[in-house]
């Protein structure tokens, strides 16, 4: 063991001189050397004492570092061939850091921490460069296989600087620094806040770093929920810590292309990073991670990456069980306890989008956060501060503070952030998402009806995506919302709700897009529990699946099915097989303006019928905006919304329910169209309320049809 670092010192004197004397070295002895790194590579990966022999050694970092910055060197002069021995330094880097505190002061003070954010700038580079056109296939295959080495570079780099900061909160200030800016210097590379519009973000190529100061967050907000820290005291703490910060190779927003070049199983590590800076894991300074977490949205770099990582979730369709998007759940968490919900939102805007790519997936999280159980949320975990080949780490004190100011002045005051995120979204929804919406199908109903010309209609079926996303993320929330009594009664209130909207939005949709019904002679089977958006299992832009969960129910019908529920504008190519396993999906609903909005009518009968439920203020208004008719109109079959009419009768009862103005208006329209019996029937059906404490009708036992 004690001839292990004298090994090691002359493999790296012998890698060093064949990268800056190219053919110093014969390739016999290039490749034992090779051969012996990866040697003690292994040992490190198995062995402690030689982690320790070799971590513990400033000269081991020392040549390390030099070898390194000739690799760089190399790499920089287009040496390809290197990458793989480049890689190998920093795999053996990466597994001494596992010995952590005197292992990563070396790594940090002997400069071997700033080459490798070099070298991952230089991959960066490298990898995104594009590859000529019209090269022999040959060409093309080396040319990949260059860029697919340099991105294991990359991975191995980010595995690095995680591993570098974890457990020592004034390096992770420090690697933030490095990775988002620091804020004195915030004046030239500090990015605006994007007002609205400034941003050309257009999903998977978007640079928003313009500058233009004065537009940061405060690095420290106060009274954030996490904090527990004065402010002041951990503005003190912030400069304290600060002071040693070591500029070697600074250059921020070095992270800021690498989603774009990663593929899920690769990126791991950036989400990860980003976790153990912010995110109030056990054995973290809680409120230095909250002032990461408000350094990270306050920067330009930081928000950029942000929303790279957002559309790339999106881009890549990730999985909720999957750990970036798990990763990436708890830092939106850490964002939400630090009240920059509101101000993420808004800097992912851009003027084209109704919402943006990054703003769909942020809402998508957001439900995510909201979705798991308290118990859930309790970063007490031992996910806590993973690092890459090591294991668990011990929990370190914390720094000691020092009063020293001109930290949080780096950074302007926070825009005041006051309220509640309900009211935040419901304002967003109401200014930003359903009047747009609403011109687009409104729009959509003029060239059906022939009113205005198909040309007119300048969406593609790409942009009605984007915008769809983002609509059926909103519902996603609100329908969470809605089961939360505090959220629910920003909803409905007079001045800040969203009643009035969603009532107008409906009686569009209605207009506009017409029903559909796969399988005319198969009436739509009824669901004895509707199924909440927890355990929806419709996909998107199809019920298919959900029709399949439907098959077990065909022969239970709690409703009477009111015949003849077929619209007439119905499509003209319905199955006329009543066996059909499948509903007849091939409508040939390829034109943009024919988009249905699967699913988006029923989230707002659904909405509408919670929001009614025992609420004479709700139930009055749906009616003053003629909401009791196109509530109605939804009793019926649609298979672009399952389980619509179940829904719509109760969502009728609902708004009957002990307002008699209600009931006169829904007799009236009983003369002019047809309503189903279970609505105006008061007898035998009742309400109950169902497992997840939903309001839901049923059939009294003992009366008409069996009932499960
Ligand atoms: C944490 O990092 C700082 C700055 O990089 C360093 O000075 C300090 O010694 C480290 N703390 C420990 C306990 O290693
Ligand atoms: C975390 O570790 C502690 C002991 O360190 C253990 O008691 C606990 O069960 C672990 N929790 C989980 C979720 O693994």
Redesign the pocket.
């Known amino acids: 063991m004690s001839l292990l670092p004298e090994l090691l010192l002359t493999v790296l004197f012998g890698a060093q001189a064949s990268f800056t004397h190219p053919g110093i070295i014969l390739p016999s002895k290039e490749l034992l050397g090779d051969s012996e790194l990866k040697a003690i590579i292994k040992r490190t990966q198995k062995s402690r004492d030689a982690r320790e022999v070799l971590g513990f050694s400033p000269r081991i970092w020392e040549a390390l570092t030099e070898t390194l910055r000739a690799g760089n060197d190399q790499l920089t002069a287009n040496k390809y061939n290197l990458v793989p021995r480049v890689r190998d330094l920093v795999i053996l880097g990466r597994n001494l850091l596992a010995t952590k505190e005197k292992a990563q002061n070396y790594a940090s003070d002997e400069g071997f921490e700033a080459e490798v954010r070099r070298l991952l700038d230089i991959c960066v580079d490298k990898a995104s460069k594009p590859i000529a056109p019209n090269i022999d296939k040959q060409t093309h295959e080396t040319e990949m296989h260059i860029k697919g080495n340099y991105k294991k570079v990359m991975i191995t780099t980010l595995q690095f600087l995680n591993n570098l900061m974890s457990q020592n909160e004034t390096r992770k200030l420090h690697v933030w620094l490095h990775m988002f800016g620091t804020p004195a210097a915030s004046a030239t590379p500090n990015p605006a806040v994007p007002t609205k519009g400034s941003q050309k973000s257009n999903g998977k190529n978007s640079q928003a770093n313009k500058p233009s100061p004065g537009s940061g967050v405060g690095i420290v907000s106060p009274g954030a929920p996490s904090t527990r820290h004065s402010h002041k005291e951990t503005v003190a703490k912030c400069n304290f810590l600060s002071a040693g910060f070591n500029a070697k190779y600074y250059k921020p927003g070095f992270l800021t292309e690498v989603p774009r070049l990663l593929q899920p199983d690769e990126i791991q590590p950036l989400p990860m990073m980003l976790q153990n800076g912010v995110v109030p894991l056990e054995g973290t300074d809680h409120a230095m991670q909250a002032v990461r977490c408000k350094l990270m949205l306050a920067q330009g770099y930081g928000r950029s990456l942000l929303r790279e990582i957002l559309v790339f979730l999106g881009a890549w369709e990730v999985d909720e069980e999957d750990f970036c998007f798990k990763m990436m759940t708890q830092v939106t968490e850490a964002i939400l306890l630090n009240g920059l919900i509101p101000y993420a939102y808004e800097s992912f805007r851009d003027e084209k989008d109704i919402v943006t790519p990054a703003q769909s997936v942020l809402l998508k999280l957001l439900a995510s956060v909201y979705r798991q159980p308290e118990t859930g949320r309790d970063h007490?975990?031992?996910?806590s501060s993973c690092s890459f080949g090591t294991p668990?780490p011990s929990v370190l004190s914390e720094s000691p503070t020092s009063p020293v100011t001109d930290f949080g002045e780096a950074f302007d005051p926070p825009p005041i952030i006051e309220s509640s995120i309900p009211t935040f979204f419901a304002a967003v929804l109401r200014k930003q998402v359903i009047p747009p919406t609403i011109r687009i199908i409104k729009l959509q109903g003029a060239i059906r009806e022939g009113k205005a010309k198909k040309e007119t209609f300048e969406l593609s079926l790409w942009d009605l995506d984007r915008i769809y996303e983002g609509l059926y993320q909103f519902f996603e929330l609100l329908m969470l919302f809605s089961e939360d009594e505090e959220a629910k009664r920003v909803l409905i209130s007079s001045d800040k709700g969203i009643v009035g909207d969603l009532v107008v939005f409906l009686r569009e949709l209605d207009k506009a897009i017409p029903r559909w019904v796969a399988s005319k002679s198969v009436p739509q089977p009824p669901s004895p529990s509707p199924p909440s958006p927890q355990e929806k299992e419709m996909g998107r832009g199809g019920s298919d699946k959900a029709l399949k969960v439907n098959e077990a129910y065909r022969v239970e019908r709690p409703f009477d099915v009111y015949p003849g529920a077929k619209d007439e504008e119905g499509s003209g190519d319905e199955s006329e097989d009543a066996d059909d396993e499948e509903p007849n999906d091939d409508r040939g609903l390829s034109e943009p303006e024919e988009f249905t909005w699967p699913h988006i009518k029923r989230y707002l009968v659904m909405l509408l019928s919670g929001f009614s439920w025992q609420n004479e203020a709700v139930q009055d208004l749906i009616r003053e905006k003629g909401g009791l008719q196109a509530v109605l109109n939804q009793c019926m079959i649609d298979d672009d919304n399952p389980y619509i009419r179940e829904h719509a009768i109760l969502c009728i009862r609902n708004l009957l329910e002990n307002n008699p103005e209600n009931q006169k208006v829904v007799k009236a329209l009983e003369a002019v169209q047809a309503i189903p019996n279970e609505v105006l029937d008061r007898h035998g059906y009742e309400h109950y309320i169902d497992d997840a404490g939903k309001v839901q009708l049923r059939k009294v036992k003992g009366k008409g049809v069996s009932s499960k």
């Open positions: 007490g975990t031992n996910s668990t």
